[in-house]
C-alpha cells in the first residue's frame, strides 16, 4: 500500500455567483430525502430540496423486491431485530436496529396512508413475501417486483401537492459539489452548481442552520452495478472531504443474481432480485447442480453474502465466470405476473425467465457502511446529517437484510426531521456565516471514471487480497496525481468521477487493514471471520492537513455477535 491517504477540502469549482438562505438543505430525492423534506416542511420554516438529475432519478425508483417490516400479526419485532443481527454479522448497532424494527411497520402504514399502494391479497391485506435471512414472511411490494418506483411515486406526488407551499423549494439538475463550513468546522451549508435558468444558475452558495446528505450509495465505485448513474457516492466524498466521521465503508454488498451479460458489461446491470428465489427459484452451476443446499440452512435464501460467496467458489471450481438461475417450475403465468418488471428486463436482453436458465453473477448493490451517525442521523460535523444509504447508522452492520434499506431511510429521516425541530426550538443551531473557503482542491478528469472503476473492481470488489488491494491502491494514487489538464473542466462529470476516487481510496486502505472475511468483505487472503481480532469497526477521517487517519473501535466480543 502507498503511504497515508491525502485528500483534499474541496473540488475544483468556480466560486459561488449566488446565494440563498434557508433553514435546512435536503440533498437528494430518494425515500431518506424525499421522507425527510416532507416531514421537515411540517415542521421547520424554510427547506431546500436539491436533487443532482430529476427527482425519481436514484436507487429508490430501482428497487424490486420490496419494503421489510413486521405486519403479520404472527411476526414481531425481535423477530426482525434477529434476522437483521445475523445478516450483519455480529456488528451491527442493536438500538440502531431496535429503532428500525419498531418504528418501522408505523412508517410503513404512514407511507400507505400518503398513497403507496402495496400488493394486497383478495382480503385486502398487505401481501408480506419472504426475502434471504428473514425467517419470517414480511417483505411488502407493489406492482409484483416494482416496489421503489410505486414508492417514488407516492413520495414525488405528495411533493407535488405541497410545491406551492412558500416553505418548501425544489431544484432539480442541482448538483452539491461541498460542504460550507464555519471557522469551527460547523456546516452551514453547500456549494451547488444548477443548470437552470436566470440568477440561479452555475455554482451557487446555499446557507442553512442544517445540512442533510441523502444522496444513496456508490455502486458507479464498480464497472457492474445495480445502482444507477447517480449513484457516485458524492454525499460519503463530500462529507469525509469536511472532516466527517466513516464507518464501515469496507462492507459492500454484492448481489448475488445480477443478470451475468459478458465481462465488457459497465454500468448499470439489471437485478434479479431475491424474491425469485423467495418464491422457489433457485441456483444450478454450468452442469445444472444445485449448489446452495448443505451451504447454509437457509440454502439459495441464505444471506447475501453466503449466497454471494458460495456463487464465487463455484465459479472459481468450474472455471466459469457465471452461474444460472432457475425459475423454470415456477410456470409462466407465475413468474409474469408476480415478477413483470424483472420478466420484462430479462426480454429485452434475449432471455426468457419461465423457459431459460438465466446467467447471473455477484455485482456490486450496497453500501453497507457511510458517513457515520447516531441514532438521530446526526454525524460528527455539527449541522450535518446523514440518511439512507449514504449514512452509517449501524443497522446493517457487515451485511445489510434484505429490503432494510427503504426502511433505514423511511425511519431515520423521520428521526432526523424530528431532531432538527426540536434543536431548533431550544435555539440550537442558530444561522452562522461560512469561512471563506480555503485548503487544497483537486478534480480528475471525467473521462477517468472508467479507470477507477476498474482499479476498484479488480482490486476491491467482490473477492478481496492483499495483493489485489495494494494494486487497486497504486492505481487509484496515480489517478489521485491529477494533471492540469484533469483540472481544466469543473462540471458534474469530473465532480462524479474525482468522489469514486476519494471514496475509492478510503474504502481500500480500510479494506486492507481488515484481515478477515465478514458480511460483505470477503478476502481470499483471510477466509475466516475472526472475532477475537475483528469484532468491531474501522473509521476513517480526514485530519485539517489532508490525512486520512483510520481507527479500529472493538466491541465486546459477546455483544451483537450472532453466529452468521
Ligand atoms: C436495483 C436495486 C434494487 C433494490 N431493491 C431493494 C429492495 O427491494 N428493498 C430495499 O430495501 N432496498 C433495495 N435496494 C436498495 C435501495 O433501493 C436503496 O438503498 C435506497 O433506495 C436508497 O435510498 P436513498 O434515498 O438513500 O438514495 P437514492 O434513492 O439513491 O437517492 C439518492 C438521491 O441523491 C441524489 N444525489 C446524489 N448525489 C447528489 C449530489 N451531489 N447533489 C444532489 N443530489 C444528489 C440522487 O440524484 C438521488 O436523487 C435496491 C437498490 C437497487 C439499485
Known amino acids: 500500500m502507498t503511504d497515508t491517504v491525502r485528500l483534499p477540502r474541496r ?129 411488502a411490494h407493489a406492482g409484483g417486483d416494482a416496489t421503489g418506483r410505486e414508492i417514488s411515486r407516492a413520495l414525488i406526488e405528495a411533493l407535488h401537492r405541497v410545491q406551492s407551499d412558500p416553505g418548501i423549494q425544489v431544484v432539480e439538475h442541482a448538483l452539491v459539489v461541498d460542504l460550507l463550513q464555519t471557522d469551527d468546522g460547523r456546516v452551514c451549508g453547500v456549494t451547488v452548481h444548477v443548470i437552470g435558468e436566470g440568477q440561479v444558475d452555475g455554482v451557487g452558495a446555499a446557507h442553512a442552520r442544517a445540512v442533510i446528505l441523502a444522496t444513496g450509495g456508490l455502486g458507479q465505485l464498480y464497472s457492474a452495478t445495480t445502482n444507477p448513474a447517480v449513484s457516485t457516492g458524492d454525499g460519503m466524498a463530500i462529507a469525509l472531504r469536511a472532516g466527517a466521521v466513516m464507518a464501515d465503508v469496507e462492507f459492500v454488498q454484492f448481489h448475488p443474481t445480477v443478470l451475468w451479460l459478458g465481462e465488457a458489461a459497465n454500468g448499470q446491470q439489471p437485478l434479479i432480485s431475491e424474491a425469485v428465489r423467495g418464491e422457489g427459484g433457485f441456483l444450478v452451476d454450468g452442469d445444472g447442480v444445485r449448489f446452495m443446499q448443505g451451504v447454509h440452512e437457509m440454502a439459495d435464501l441464505a444471506p447475501r453474502d453466503v449466497v454471494a460467496r458460495a456463487i464465487v467458489a463455484r465459479m472459481r471450481e468450474t472455471g466459469t465466470d457465471h452461474v444460472y438461475l432457475d425459475a423454470r417450475h415456477l410456470g409462466r403465468e407465475f413468474v409474469e405476473r408476480r415478477f413483470p418488471s424483472i420478466v420484462a428486463s430479462l426480454r429485452e436482453h434475449g432471455f426468457d425467465l419461465a423457459a431459460d436458465l438465466v446467467p447471473v453473477a455477484p455485482a456490486q448493490h450496497y453500501a453497507s457502511g457511510g458517513v457515520k451517525v447516531d441514532l438521530h442521523g446526526r454525524s460528527s460535523l455539527d449541522g450535518l446529517y446523514a440518511c439512507g444509504e449514504a449514512s452509517c447508522t449501524g443497522v446493517h452492520g457487515a451485511n445489510r437484510l434484505a429490503s432494510n434499506s427503504l426502511l433505514e431511510g423511511l425511519v431515520f429521516a423521520h428521526r432526523i426531521a424530528d431532531d432538527i425541530t426540536a434543536r431548533f426550538a431550544a435555539g440550537e443551531l442558530a444561522p452562522a456565516t461560512p469561512a471563506a473557503p480555503t485548503g487544497e482542491t483537486a478534480l480528475l478528469a471525467a473521462e477517468h471514471r472508467r479507470d477507477v472503476q476498474r482499479a476498484m473492481t479488480a482490486g476491491s470488489g467482490v473477492v478481496r487480497s492483499a495483493e489485489s488491494l495494494a494494486g487497486a491502491d497504486h492505481e487509484l494514487a496515480t489517478l489521485a496525481k491529477a494533471t492540469e489538464s484533469d483540472r481544466a473542466n469543473p462540471e458534474p462529470a469530473a465532480w462524479e468521477a474525482t468522489n469514486l476516487l476519494h471514496l475509492g481510496q478510503v474504502l481500500t486502505t480500510v479494506a486492507a487493514l481488515r484481515e478477515e472475511t465478514r458480511g460483505g468483505h470477503l478476502r481470499s487472503d483471510f477466509p475466516e471471520r475472526d472475532d477475537e481480532d475483528w469484532l468491531g469497526h474501522l473509521h476513517a477521517v480526514r485530519r485539517p492537513d489532508g490525512t486520512v487517519e483510520t481507527s479500529y473501535h472493538p466491541l465486546p466480543v459477546t455483544a451483537g455477535s450472532e453466529p452468521a
Not at 446565494?19 to 416542511?41: F, K
Not at 421547520?44 to 427527482?55: A, N, R
Request: with cysteine; net charge negative.
Open 11 to 139: 473540488l475544483d469549482a468556480p466560486p459561488p455567483g449566488w446565494s440563498t438562505d434557508v433553514d435546512v438543505i435536503v440533498v437528494g430525492s430518494g425515500i431518506a430525502g424525499l421522507t425527510a423534506a416532507l416531514r421537515l416542511r411540517e415542521q421547520v420554516d424554510t427547506v431546500l430540496l436539491v436533487t443532482k438529475t430529476v427527482l425519481n432519478e436514484g436507487s429508490t425508483a430501482w428497487a424490486q423486491g420490496g419494503i421489510a417490516a413486521a405486519m403479520d400479526p404472527a411476526d414481531s419485532p425481535e423477530e426482525h431485530l434477529r434476522d437483521t443481527l445475523v445478516a450483519g454479522v455480529g456488528l451491527c448497532d442493536v438500538e440502531a436496529v431496535t429503532a428500525l424494527v419498531t418504528e418501522g411497520p408505523q412508517r410503513v402504514r404512514e407511507l400507505v396512508a400518503l398513497g403507496a399502494e402495496f400488493d394486497r391479497d383478495s382480503a385486502g391485506e398487505i401481501l408480506l413475501t419472504r426475502e434471504g435471512g428473514h425467517h419470517r414472511d414480511r417483505i
